[in-house]
């Protein structure tokens, strides 16, 4: 157990809804990552949070929004949704955000798009 | 360009044989930390281990072993023994110091056979 925990597990919505994702990270983590696994792509590097600030930015394309709040939680926001979009979503957190620091990942959410 | 390239798409082996899988990055820094993930079929990420790029010194963590050469920017993973539980796929990624990213190889898909 990562200590990172993501709801809801799966999710099955249809084209064009907006869902939102959340994660708690471990207990002492500042840093907020979210990850989106597809079949085809790996691993690619959505957005970073620390301590409620933006901090990092990869590929997240401008239908998917996220935020850190005061508790340190986050929230992934994915709206429009395309078929393209079915994948499983992954939440990591770390202490700070030093490249030094091994991030812990939840059990992520596999999100169906139908 | 790749930062981590996996070249191993897909490995099979018996029961008890070693294996060992590819790792090599790319980075202009000086400093850097490169880590080892498992993902099991279950679907969560486990954090393996992290190496820094000043310490060479291979590593042994009873059936696992990685090699480190920075001369060939390789950071590769043996299994000795492998186990059926072993199967899963191996994700290797680099992280920067003057980042807070991490770049994710595609990883290698390990199945071994009973």
């Known amino acids: 157990d990562s200590g990172v925990t993501q709801t809801p597990k799966h999710l099955i919505t249809a084209t064009g809804q907006r869902v939102t994702l959340r994660c708690s990270p471990r207990?002492?983590?500042?840093?907020v990552y979210w990850y989106q696994q597809s079949l085809d792509q790996g691993l690619q590097f959505l957005i970073q949070?620390?301590?409620?600030?933006?901090?990092a930015k990869g590929n997240i394309l401008e239908r998917f929004s996220a935020q850190q709040f005061p508790d340190l939680h986050s929230e992934l926001n994915l709206s429009s949704l395309e078929l393209g979009d079915s994948a499983l979503y992954f939440c990591?957190?770390?202490?700070?955000?030093?490249?030094?620091?091994?991030?812990?990942f939840g059990d992520g959410t596999r999100l169906s798009i139908l | 360009a790749q930062k981590v390239t996996q070249a191993q798409t897909e490995i099979s082996v018996v029961e008890k044989e070693d294996v060992t899988l590819d790792c090599v990055y790319e980075?202009?820094?000086?400093?850097?930390?490169l880590f080892w993930y498992k993902q099991p079929p279950s679907g969560e990420l486990v954090f393996l281990i992290r190496?820094?790029?000043?310490?060479?010194q291979n590593e042994i963590s009873g059936r696992y072993s990685w090699n480190f050469q920075k001369s060939t920017s390789s950071f590769n993973f043996t299994i000795t023994a492998s186990q059926v539980v072993d199967s899963a796929v191996y994700f290797c990624?680099?992280?920067?110091?003057?980042?807070?990213?991490?770049?994710f190889g595609t990883g290698t898909s390990l199945t071994v056979i009973p």
């Open positions: 990591a957190s770390s202490v700070g955000f030093q490249g030094y620091q091994p991030q812990h």
């Open positions: 207990s002492g983590d500042l840093s």
């Open positions: 949070y620390y301590n409620g600030e933006e901090r």
């Open positions: 980075t202009r820094d000086t400093t850097y930390y």
């Open positions: 190496r820094n790029s000043f310490d060479e």
């Open positions: 990624a680099l992280s920067e110091d003057t980042g807070n990213q991490f770049y």
